[in-house]
């Protein structure tokens, strides 16, 4: 079965800082990659996703993703971070199950806490 | 505004209550999904239904039963829980391309939860 491993569980940065989470997933076959996050309060939600193609994906609030096939990463990267960014991010996968469908598997999350 | 609708937000319930809780999508979605989160643990998926047909099931206990009745509504069903599934339980839809082959592009779209306490 696939799973996903997030390696950092809280981070804690100030604002400005630069961001890097890791992803990492088990599964040789194609798959499909995601970040989603929560923000406190609030509901899980799209962050970015890679299906094909340039393997540095962009998402929303100037966070990206760089997919790397030979590694089975999917780290998420912010260049400065803002205290608006404190959330908990997961990373998920997207792919075929023992049951024959494409299920989403999710990481664990990391939580991140920016201070002003 | 999340479009994925879960009732109760907060649920209390002793270990020989019956209750349900309830997701509604207002999304035109046809998939629905059922997820366990626990602090310090993976999301798990529970169930999945596609077209109001269940097509996974990831080895969930008895105590927990859903139901879907339509593509709009999915219900989970709780009876004798234990102290240990206390847990926010998501709700999530998306559109499922499964008939096409294009399922695995699929973008979950979650509810805000509902946070079950067992005593």
């Known amino acids: 079965a696939q799973s996903v491993s997030q390696h950092n569980h809280h981070v804690i940065l100030s604002e400005a800082a630069s961001l890097e989470l890791g992803c990492n997933y088990s599964y040789g076959g194609t798959v499909n990659l995601f970040w989603y996050v929560q923000y406190p309060g609030q509901h899980l939600q799209l962050l970015l996703k890679y299906f094909s193609g340039d393997p540095l994906v962009k998402g929303i609030k100037g966070f990206e993703a760089e997919f790397i096939k030979s590694k089975f990463s999917f780290n998420l990267r912010k260049p400065s971070v803002q205290w608006s960014d404190t959330a908990e991010y997961f990373c998920?996968?997207?792919?075929?199950?023992?049951?024959?469908?494409?299920?989403?598997?999710f990481g664990r999350g990391t939580s991140l806490i920016v201070h002003p | 505004e999340t479009g994925v609708t879960q009732t109760p937000r907060h649920l209390v319930m002793g270990m020989t209550n019956k209750k349900s809780l309830k997701c509604e999508q207002h999304?035109?979605?046809?998939?629905m999904y059922w997820y366990k989160q626990s602090a310090k643990k993976p999301l798990e998926l529970m169930f999945v239904?596609?077209?109001?047909?269940?097509?996974e099931n990831n080895s969930v206990p008895s105590r927990f039963s859903p139901e879907c009745p339509n593509s709009s509504h999915l219900f989970l069903h709780l009876h004798t829980l234990q102290p240990e599934d206390s847990a926010l339980y998501l709700c999530?839809?998306?559109?499922?391309?499964?008939?096409?082959?294009?399922?695995?592009?699929?973008?979950?779209?979650f509810g805000e939860g509902s946070r079950l306490t067992v005593l």
């Open positions: 999304l035109g979605h046809n998939a």
């Open positions: 239904y596609s077209l109001e047909e269940r097509v």
């Open positions: 999530a839809s998306s559109q499922d391309w499964r008939n096409t082959g294009e399922e695995r592009y699929r973008e979950l779209f």
């Open positions: 998920a996968v997207n792919a075929l199950s023992s049951g024959g469908s494409y299920i989403p598997t």
